[in-house]
């Protein structure tokens, strides 16, 4: 079996976030919709790190994480791409920021028919092209 962790790799990490975000927001989301793809791929953290003084540190993704931006439009439409593909994402709808933990996130989500989700940001691991033809129309966040 390939190590999925050595380059080149074959498949790609990506966040997109929308484009009318605070900061704030767009960092929030990111690191949340990240923890999504590490738990559904926990085979691509890499191993504990350690300093020249033996102190331990936790260990992180192996590969690279790339982040995009887009309009609404194009975060619901990498959506839809998605969804058709049958590729696995992790979501942040807006509804979420009113929230306070993770079973009430739940429960907005819950709540939105799929083709109505007030996306703000979504999450894949996929093989390259894949994730290259799911984001078309999104920019590499500045």
């Avoid at 260990?59 to 959506?79: C, D, K, N, R």
């Avoid at 969804?83 to 696995?88: A, H, Q």
């Avoid at 993770?102 to 979504?122: E, I, M, Q």
Wanted: aromatic fraction near 6%.
């Amino acid at each position: 079996m390939d190590d999925l962790l050595t380059p080149p790799f074959d498949t790609k990490i990506a966040v997109v976030v929308r484009d009318d975000l605070e900061v704030w927001q767009r960092l929030n989301v990111t690191a949340f919709l990240i923890s999504g793809v590490t738990a559904a791929h926990p085979e691509l953290v890499g191993q504990p790190y350690a300093d020249a003084a033996g102190r331990s540190y936790l260990p992180l993704l192996g590969m690279p994480v790339l982040i995009f931006e887009g309009s609404p439009a194009a975060v619901a439409t990498a959506h839809e791409r998605a969804v058709r593909r049958g590729t696995p994402l992790a979501i942040y709808t807006k509804d979420m920021f009113s929230t306070g933990h993770d079973a009430a996130n739940r429960a907005v989500v819950a709540t939105a028919p799929a083709d109505s989700l007030d996306l703000v940001g979504l999450a894949l691991h996929a093989p390259k092209n894949a994730v290259d033809r799911i984001l078309k129309g999104t920019r590499l966040h500045p």
